[in-house]
């Protein structure tokens, strides 16, 4: 559920476990013969802002929810409904469950769940089961659930590198990271073909500068940016790829073009779920292009401090020996 739209319902089966608060090592000991079920909470992995990665967040309240009871004289029962816990089958009820990484342990994530149990099932003898080291004492539950809010809200991992590429045009991509997290298909496509359609001038004076450094010809660059002159920008595009810089390809695929292939064919008639697919993989496509720049880019600037350095020295050796 996490990484789910909010508003989304999904069905899931999961397991289950008896409350050890109620049992003892020895049967002839039980608090109680009524043993409450519990769903145990998993790890999960999410983005860590602190970090600056991925993670995994523990649970921080356990269980998510206490789902039946089975009374250990009369075998499974259904969900018991006279403990106020205890939840009957078909019943929604509102669910809090927190995390925290695993590693800073400051950043926290809350989701607000409604929870529908359809249904559940024990061992058939919990009793004969908890007597016999090994034995399975877990039971099963099928559970319906529907997360209605997130705290901090949902987010898609931002790539700070493409914030050179798109200058100014950095909240609209923002506003489209938010609303795919949230789920919402068009608007994240309409944010980020914004943001593609804005930005041409400064992704193209980007690859002309990797392309410099790369030791493009000067005729080649001239070309590139040209295209920016060009009223139809994604044939402009098409006309330069047999001079695209190899370095700044993607599976050998000229990643301007695969980023305006989506765009010229727009929303029209797309359903919300293929607007959001699009919508990741024109972010996944921004954020390579973004980083493959600044990697070519501050790479060359790292090697010609290098050789710069190097040069200076081999000069002043050169001039402390001749003195």
């Not at 992995?45 to 990665?53: A, H, V, W």
């Not at 914004?194 to 080649?220: D, F, P, T, W, Y």
Request: net charge neutral; aromatic share 6%; proline share 4%.
């Amino acid at each position: 559920m996490a990484e789910s739209p909010i508003g989304k319902t999904r069905q899931i089966k999961v397991q289950v476990v008896p409350d050890s608060k109620f049992l003892r090592p020895d049967l002839k000991d039980l608090k109680s013969r009524n043993v409450r079920w519990q769903v145990v909470l998993p790890r999960i992995r999410l983005y860590c802002e602190t970090c600056d990665g991925d993670r995994q967040f523990d649970p921080q309240l356990r269980p998510l929810l206490t789902i039946g009871s089975l009374d250990l004289g009369q075998g499974p029962q259904k969900v018991q409904g006279h403990n106020k816990p205890i939840r009957e089958i078909g019943t929604v009820c509102d669910q809090f469950i927190h995390f925290s990484c695993g590693d800073c342990h400051s950043q926290r994530k809350k989701y607000a769940l409604a929870v529908e149990i359809l249904d559940f099932s024990t061992p058939v003898d919990l009793a004969v089961a908890l007597n016999k080291p090994g034995e399975n004492t877990t039971g099963t539950a099928v559970i319906e659930l529907t997360k209605y809010g997130e705290i901090p809200k949902p987010n898609t991992r931002l790539n700070n590198k493409i914030k050179r590429v798109i200058g100014e045009n950095w909240e609209l991509y923002r506003k489209g990271a938010d609303d795919e997290a949230a789920g919402n298909g068009i608007g994240a496509f309409a944010y980020y073909r914004r943001v593609v359609e804005s930005s041409k001038e400064q992704l193209i004076a980007q690859i002309c500068r990797a392309a410099e450094m790369l030791g493009a010809k000067k005729s080649v660059i001239k070309r590139i940016k040209a295209t920016t002159e060009e009223r139809n920008f994604a044939s402009a595009i098409q006309e330069i790829d047999e001079v695209f810089p190899a370095e700044l390809r993607l599976h050998d695929e000229n990643m301007l073009l695969l980023l305006y292939r989506p765009l010229s064919e727009g929303l029209h008639n797309r359903s919300d779920e293929e607007c959001l697919a699009v919508a990741a993989s024109i972010r996944v496509l921004l954020n390579a292009l973004g980083s493959r720049l600044s990697e070519v880019i501050e790479n060359e600037q790292a090697l010609t401090q290098a050789i710069v350095g190097i040069r200076k020295f081999a000069r002043n050796d050169s001039d402390d020996r001749s003195t």
